[in-house]
């Protein structure tokens, strides 16, 4: 490594709809310090084999994590490296090794101190000298929402076995996969990066029957099925792998520091793509400005995921064969300047009625302009399960539409 280090640090992707509010803050980090390994930890047991409860929160895994005989809360985000809360620095006895300009998702930069963490503990497992990132997180407008200390990421992993189990509840942590009796052959799995990021892959049919695959992030911090990223969306272009079914501008994502500047996205839908031994029907997306595209917690809906970080592999356990998706959305919001606004449209007959900027007021009964931002979080449960909803938007001349939104 030299003495400039360019490293990716996905720290959780978000894309704000009517059903799903995510938040994205991918960042890249550029140390011009001394060198450091985000991997650099180590697990003291052997042989091990350990079962930790879950519960979800605001579609987010949230494990207890121990640190100094303290218990906390962290998301674990396979797609993020360790991250740690700052009002709990001085309590864990650790100074910053370094402090590490960043830049977020949307080029605007800052800077995050790196510290190492003695020992972290999760059940009866005791990880030994960890690297994490720390952050404002109590302060964050949305991530302060979960009650969180912070990130578990996947540099955590790299010596061990991870097996994720939404039905079950709970996360396996093993350094034998037999102890784990899988019942399906397994996959490639990468280990790419500074962070040790677990890639898969999804394989498509292109013309002429040509297979054609795409590396994809197995990212448990990202709400929604799947995101395509604008490089593998120029690749897939190229195969006739998509149809694409609108076209919008808007800000799309929130970064770390703040949103971005409005440009035009595409939606596009995939008549099926396979993952293992799981076909996936009708799935539909937009383009991101990410690097690589991501599979996001709702994929260990369909089945039991096993992350093998030490042999590269990946099982898919217990597994639905075939899924039907769920047709596309028909805009999404964003949160800017403290309002909830239209963000992309997606649908033409919508476009007549509403444009990104117009701030939402009302949804049914619920005043929007009442809301906190974690009060937004929530509003997909209300969502979830209706097929129509009525909407009021306040337009830049101040006047206000009502659209009613079908599904």
Same mark, same amino acid.
């Given at each position: 490594?030299s003495? !400039?280090?360019?490293?990716?640090?996905?720290?959780?992707?978000?894309?704000?709809?009517?059903?799903?509010?995510?938040?994205? $803050? %991918?960042?890249?980090?550029?140390?011009?310090?001394?060198?450091? =390994?985000?991997?650099?930890?180590?697990?003291?047991?052997?042989?091990?084999?350990?079962?930790?409860?879950?519960?979800?929160?605001?579609?987010?895994?949230?494990?207890? +994590? +121990?640190?100094?005989?303290?218990?906390?809360?962290?998301?674990l985000?396979?797609?993020?490296?360790?991250?740690?809360s700052?009002?709990?620095?001085n309590?864990?006895?650790? *100074?910053?090794? +370094?402090k590490?300009? +960043?830049?977020?998702?949307?080029?605007?930069k800052?800077?995050?101190?790196?510290?190492?963490?003695?020992?972290?503990q999760?059940?009866?497992?005791?990880?030994?000298? !960890?690297?994490?990132?720390v952050?404002? $997180?109590?302060?964050?407008?949305?991530?302060?929402?979960?009650?969180?200390?912070?990130?578990?990421?996947?540099?955590?992993?790299?010596?061990?076995?991870?097996?994720?189990?939404?039905?079950?509840k709970?996360? /396996?942590?093993?350094?034998?996969?037999?102890?784990? =009796?899988?019942?399906?052959k397994? *996959?490639?799995? !990468?280990?790419?990066a500074? !962070? &040790?990021?677990?890639c898969?892959?999804?394989?498509?049919?292109?013309?002429?029957?040509?297979?054609?695959?795409?590396?994809? %992030?197995?990212?448990?911090?990202?709400?929604?099925?799947?995101?395509?990223?604008?490089?593998?969306?120029?690749? $897939?272009?190229?195969?006739?792998?998509?149809?694409? /079914?609108?076209?919008?501008?808007?800000?799309?994502d929130?970064?770390?520091?703040?949103t &971005?500047?409005?440009?035009?996205?595409?939606?596009?839908?995939?008549?099926?793509? *396979?993952?293992?031994?799981?076909?996936f029907? #009708?799935?539909?997306? #937009?383009?991101?400005?990410?690097?690589?595209?991501?599979?996001?917690?709702?994929?260990? *809906?369909?089945?039991?995921?096993?992350?093998?970080?030490?042999?590269?592999?990946?099982?898919?356990?217990?597994?639905?064969?075939?899924?039907?998706?769920?047709?596309?959305?028909?805009? =999404?919001?964003?949160?800017?300047?403290?309002?909830?606004?239209?963000?992309?449209?997606?649908?033409?007959?919508?476009?007549?009625? /509403?444009?990104?900027?117009?701030?939402?007021?009302?949804?049914?009964?619920?005043? /929007?302009?009442?809301?906190?931002?974690?009060?937004?979080?929530?509003?997909?449960?209300?969502?979830?399960?209706?097929?129509?909803?009525?909407?009021?938007?306040q337009?830049?001349?101040?006047?206000?539409?009502?659209?009613?939104?079908?599904?």
């Amino acid at each position: 490594m030299s003495n !400039q280090t360019l490293f990716l640090l996905k720290i959780e992707t978000y894309s704000i709809t009517m059903k799903k509010i995510l938040l994205a $803050l %991918l960042i890249s980090c550029i140390s011009y310090a001394q060198d450091v =390994s985000l991997r650099a930890g180590t697990v003291r047991e052997k042989n091990y084999y350990q079962e930790i409860p879950i519960e979800i929160v605001m579609d987010k895994i949230v494990i207890p +994590v +121990v640190i100094e005989g303290t218990t906390y809360h962290f998301i674990l985000d396979t797609g993020a490296p360790n991250l740690i809360s700052k009002k709990i620095i001085n309590a864990i006895n650790s *100074k910053p090794i +370094v402090k590490t300009a +960043v830049r977020d998702g949307n080029t605007t930069k800052d800077s995050l101190d790196v510290i190492n963490i003695p020992l972290i503990q999760l059940g009866n497992l005791n990880f030994e000298n !960890q690297i994490a990132m720390v952050s404002d $997180l109590e302060h964050h407008p949305f991530l302060k929402c979960y009650g969180i200390d912070g990130l578990i990421g996947s540099n955590l992993f790299t010596n061990s076995i991870l097996k994720i189990s939404l039905k079950d509840k709970k996360i /396996i942590i093993t350094d034998k996969i037999k102890m784990l =009796s899988p019942q399906q052959k397994p *996959k490639e799995m !990468q280990v790419i990066a500074a !962070q &040790g990021k677990p890639c898969i892959w999804i394989e498509y049919q292109g013309t002429e029957h040509k297979k054609v695959r795409e590396q994809v %992030l197995i990212d448990t911090g990202m709400d929604g099925f799947y995101d395509l990223s604008n490089r593998s969306y120029d690749f $897939l272009k190229k195969e006739g792998i998509y149809q694409i /079914i609108g076209k919008s501008v808007g800000v799309g994502d929130i970064s770390l520091f703040g949103t &971005g500047q409005q440009h035009e996205q595409e939606l596009i839908n995939i008549p099926f793509f *396979k993952i293992n031994q799981t076909t996936f029907n #009708n799935v539909t997306t #937009n383009t991101h400005e990410e690097r690589t595209s991501g599979i996001g917690l709702n994929f260990f *809906k369909y089945g039991d995921g096993i992350l093998d970080f030490i042999n590269k592999k990946f099982y898919w356990e217990e597994a639905e064969t075939t899924v039907n998706m769920k047709p596309a959305e028909k805009f =999404s919001c964003s949160y800017i300047n403290n309002n909830y606004v239209v963000d992309f449209v997606w649908d033409d007959t919508l476009k007549t009625k /509403i444009k990104a900027g117009d701030v939402i007021i009302r949804i049914d009964q619920l005043n /929007i302009k009442e809301m906190t931002t974690c009060d937004l979080l929530n509003l997909r449960k209300y969502l979830a399960d209706k097929t129509n909803y009525e909407m009021e938007v306040q337009k830049e001349d101040a006047s206000t539409v009502t659209v009613t939104i079908s599904h």
